[in-house]
Structures are given as C-alpha cells and as structure tokens.
C-alpha cells in the first residue's frame, strides 16, 4: 500500500509563523524530505523517529536535480506510511510544486497541500509595509528574475513589471537585477522608484535595505551576498516617493536589528 504525502508549505523560515497543521504534520511524519531554505529551527517540530532528508536546491551550489527529487519522493511514499515534502514559503510559489505532484499522480500516491506563509509576504510584514496600497497600488505581481539557466528570462511582460501602479515582487534576482532594472526603466519606470532588497527573511540573519531601483541595481551590479533574496518594488511608501521610504525604513531596519539580538 502506498503512503501519503503531505506538501507542507514551512513559510520563511521562523517557525512561529508555521501554521498549526504544518506541525501536525511534521510531527507525525516518518520521512520528512526539506528544502534548504525549509530547516533549521523548522524541523525541531519533527518526530523523533521521523527521517529526514536535504532535498534542497540553491544557485550556484551543488543540488539534487529535480527528477531525483521526485524519485525520492515516490520511493518514500511507496514505502512508509506518512511522508512529508516540506518547502519554504508557500509551496504553490516558484517551488516547482507541479512537478512533484505529476510524479505521484503517475504513481497513484495521495497527497495533500498545505499552504503557508509567502517569503513575499513575510518581506513587506518585516519592513512594515503592506503589499496593496488604496488608489496608489491596486495590484500585486510576483515574477521569477531566473529561468532554468538562471539568466533572465526572455520573455516578460515589460508593460506589467514596468507599471508604476503595481507592487512587483521579484524572486532569485539579485544576480539579474541589473538588467531587469534596465529593462524597466526602458519601458518607463522611473529609476526612483522605491525598492526593497529582503535577505534571508524570517531567519536570525534577517536585513533590509531600503533603496530606490536604479540604486540597488548599481549596488547589485558591484557585489551581492550569497543570502536567499527577495525584490520589491513599486509605491512601497505612503506618499509613492522614494525618500519617504528610505526615512520609513530606515527606522524599522533598526528596530527589526534589535528584535533578532
């Protein structure tokens, strides 16, 4: 008989912001197979005879293709009874959820999804922002800044990143940033527009910037740290202005500092 996956979504990585099923079910778990981003502190809730396994993929460092990736998972499930993939953030966003679920639908395995946290919206709540703002950001839009390769897409719509209307969060961009902000302020978003750069949101290492678009694609452009990212960008400050939320944010880069020592 085969088991039972349960795709856990674990969030940004604090585990106080788990939800109280994703426990349940890592509590319960006999294979728990994690991403890098998905661990640490996260797997505490683990049981103690519950096997766990690193799955995870990051850029630039050696990781497990994602066909084994889905191997490993059949594998389990046709063997042990509770099975749990446990993703970072929401599993639904760029975490190549798809792919897994074909796997076991070929199988015939069961399984279930558990939402969690969006890293996008762990980012705005830690800079104090919210996403959606009345009159001046009425929309929301996430885009990868990597496709397969890990180079820029190719094909984008330029009209929706580039409209200064929107709150745009960009994931696995710090490397192409320079050039998607070039191709931004092409299609006419102004250089000054607000911009946040959120490093290893949810964890201990936590920093905010604050910055403008043509600022931190320079910055980017010189150096960048290998820390998980993510990219915001859009009327992030009450007024639409940059200045505003450079002064915003400078205050709550401080505080957000103070609450992780």
Known sequence: MSGFVSFVSAGPGDPELLTLKAVDRLQRADVILFDDL??????????????LI???KRA????????????????????????????????GIFGRLEEELRALDAAGIDYEIIPGVPSACAAAAAAGLPLTRRLTARRVQFVTGADI???????????ALADPGATTVVFMGKRTFPRLAAQLQAHGL?????????EAVGHPE????????????ERLAQSR???????????????????SALE??????????????
Not at 149 to 159: A, R, Y
């Open 54 to 56: 690193a799955v995870g």
């Open 149 to 159: 390769t890990g180079d820029l897409p190719e094909v984008l719509n330029w009209s």
């Open 225 to 243: 740290s290998d820390q998980p990212a993510l990219i915001l960008y859009g009327p992030l400050a009450p007024d639409g202005s940059a200045k």
């Open 60 to 91: 630039g460092r050696l990781s497990p293709k994602q066909d084994h990736v889905s191997r490993l998972l059949v594998d389990h499930a046709c063997a042990a009874t509770r099975i749990v993939r446990l993703k970072s953030g929401d599993s």
């Open 248 to 261: 915003e944010g400078s205050k709550l880069d401080a505080a957000r500092r103070v609450a992780f020592t």
């Open 38 to 51: 998905a661990s640490g502190p996260i797997l505490v809730h683990a049981g103690e005879r519950a096997e």
């Open 190 to 198: 102004p250089g000054e527009t607000p911009a946040l750069l959120a």
């Open 206 to 217: 936590q920093h905010l910037l604050r910055t403008t678009v043509s600022a931190l694609a």
